[in-house]
């Protein structure tokens, strides 16, 4: 059996930092992710790579009603920007037109970027904000959302059963060698080990070994964050890295998942378009080799469930 390389991608611009904005400024560096969304949909084009596109749908369709707001931004800084209008629009609202039509997955990232584990205690308001999302993925595309990703990789199984009723049908788990989640509760020393193993190999590499959650739902884990940052040499063994790991799983009909943010790119656009484009060549080159290929999420779902 050949292996599926994945790419999911977690879009949600100044939404993803709901909690830490304090400033208006802060707002203006997600000005550039428009244009570095539209160069990696042009890449992905090129290489014929489908990606699931995991949204903040409150980018699509914000709503002033506050019991959606209530679970981690009401009266914040972040808010009453958005409900004052006082910042720029495209610093936190997107078209998802362009990822519709070029047919990849549009995948639930909540709709507020609330977090699951932080703030369980509003249980209530999480899902209320869940199914927000996947209503309004519903809406805007002829598919049914079935796939989600949490804020902060907060996966939460308490939130992962009330899921499956609503149509959800995977989600991604966190790597299984060192958890990608980020809570209150994460030690500085699981963040340093994460960190180092971007480049060295700390802990035997995470394949999205694909398997039936507790909860019912199908999980697809991530492998590995694409951690772009200023020292070209970090790069090019962190890119190594990744292409070893890409090749070992096409070799033996291994999953491989990377995953990011669109917003990882900031000012680091020129390394981390060369770094992304390379990661794409050896995928090309593995398609060939060893019949690797493409896939979203949800046809990982799929073929899974055959
Ligand atoms: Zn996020």
Known sequence: MCGNFIISLDYEKAWGFNDLLQEKQDFDKFLAVDGIVKEKLSLFHEFNIKVTWAIVTGMIDIRTNNELFECNSNDSFFTNCLLLNNVPENTYKCSIDEIVLKGHEVASHTHTHVYCDDDF???????????????????????????????????NIEILK????????????????????????????????????????????????????????????????????????????????????????????????????????INKEIIGFYVLKEILKHFEFLKVQYDFKSSTMEEVYREYTL
Not at 131 to 149: D, P, V
Not at 217 to 241: G, M, Q
């Open 121 to 155: 205690s509003q249980k209530k308001y999480i899902l209320s904000d869940i199914i927000k999302s996947i209503e309004t993925i519903n809406n805007i595309s002829n598919f049914n959302c079935s796939t989600i990703i949490f804020p902060r990789n907060q996966v």
């Open 162 to 265: 009330e899921l499956k009723p609503l149509g959800v049908k995977c989600f991604r788990g966190n790597n299984s060698t060192i958890s990608d989640s980020v809570t209150d509760q994460t030690k500085k020393t699981t963040k340093v080990l994460r960190y180092l193993d971007s480049y060295f190999p700390i802990y035997p590499t995470s394949y999205s070994n694909v398997s039936i959650h507790d909860s019912g739902l199908i999980n697809i884990p991530a492998s590995r964050f694409l951690r772009i940052t200023d020292y070209k040499i970090l790069n090019i063994i962190h890119l190594n890295r990744i292409k070893r790991e890409m090749t070992n799983a096409a070799v033996n009909g291994y999953n491989y998942h990377l995953w990011w943010h669109p917003h990882n790119f």
